[in-house]
Structures are given as C-alpha cells and as structure tokens.
C-alpha cells in the first residue's frame, strides 16, 4: 500500500484476534473470519453476536461459507441455506 502512496499505515501488533481479546465488545458485532478449516471464530459473547454476513444472491444475513471453483483461486462466498439449493453444483460447502 505505501508504493501505492498510501500515508499512515498502522498494523495491530498481534493481529485483529488479540486487539479484540484486549478490547471487548468495542466496535465489533460479528465472528471473525479465519484462514483455516474453521472460517471463523466468534470474538464476542453469543448473546451480543450479531450475524453480518450477506447472502451473495437474496442478502439475508447468514454466515455459511462455500467456495465458487469455477473462479481461480476459488472464492469464498457466503450463501444463505434457500439460495444454495438453488445453486447447487455452482458452490461447495467449504470444510
């Protein structure tokens, strides 16, 4: 970013998951996507989680992921359990 031009850069020390384990509750409302088998990790309480992800196709909110092979690197999307009946052969539930 800063060959792009981009000023004032900072980086969490530790990363996103350690700054919301120190900072609870402060300006995050949902899960936290991770790069492993998981996909994500809930960072506050279950009760005050909200679920933020969008259907890609109707835009209710859910947070199921799958992955759309037909794009290279295959993409990960999120998909609502109505529309991906729909699209079933198009997307893979991701593991």
Do not use: W
Request: contains cysteine.
């Amino acid at each position: 970013m800063k060959k792009e031009g981009f000023k004032n850069l900072y980086q969490l020390k530790d990363g996103i998951h350690t700054y919301m384990q120190m900072y609870p509750g402060r300006h995050f409302k949902g899960s936290l996507f991770v790069f492993d088998n998981r996909l994500t990790t809930p960072i506050v309480e279950t009760a005050d989680r909200e679920i933020v992800g969008e259907c890609i196709y109707c835009a209710r909110k859910c947070e199921d992921f799958y992955s759309d092979d037909r794009a290279r690197p295959s993409l990960k999307v999120i998909c609502c359990n109505t529309c991906i009946k729909q699209h079933e052969g198009e997307l893979r539930q991701c593991s």
